[in-house]
């Protein structure tokens, strides 16, 4: 069963999600800290890049199924026009000021 992005329960985590689908750049970027990482299957990527290849660029759409660790855990199925769907988990790191510092994903 998909959670409603509305319902997510951390403010920033609700906002990633909400500006990946809705292919939102500009507020996506405004959610990460500056120096923020990334990592993707346990290897570092080099963000910009990542994130106009994997989200802007292809499409990428986030439908959360489970979240934990007071809401910056997630597990989803995630779908973009380059891999199609495939179920992912997600690890944010948040800062004092409310944005994200790093994220993580890869196949659950």
């Known amino acids: ?4 992005t509305s319902r997510l329960s951390d403010p920033a985590v609700r906002a990633f ?9 500009d507020a996506f970027m405004s959610l ?3 120096g ?9 990527r080099d963000l ?3 994130i ?5 660029t292809s499409h990428g759409h ?6 934990s660790n007071r809401g910056r855990d997630l597990v989803a199925s995630y779908r973009n ?3 199609g769907e495939m179920r992912t988990r997600w690890h944010f790191e948040v800062g004092d000021d409310g944005r994200i510092s790093r994220f993580e994903t890869g196949q659950a």
Not at 36 to 44: C, F, I, N, P, V
């Open 52 to 56: 106009d290849r994997e989200i802007f």
């Open 81 to 83: 026009d380059t891999y």
């Open 17 to 25: 999600v909400t500006a990946v689908n809705d292919h939102d750049r």
């Open 48 to 50: 910009a890049d990542w």
């Open 62 to 67: 986030l439908e959360v199924d489970n979240e």
């Open 36 to 44: 923020a990482t990334m990592a993707d299957d346990g290897t570092d």
């Open 1 to 4: 069963m998909t959670i409603q």
């Open 32 to 34: 990460l800290a500056p």
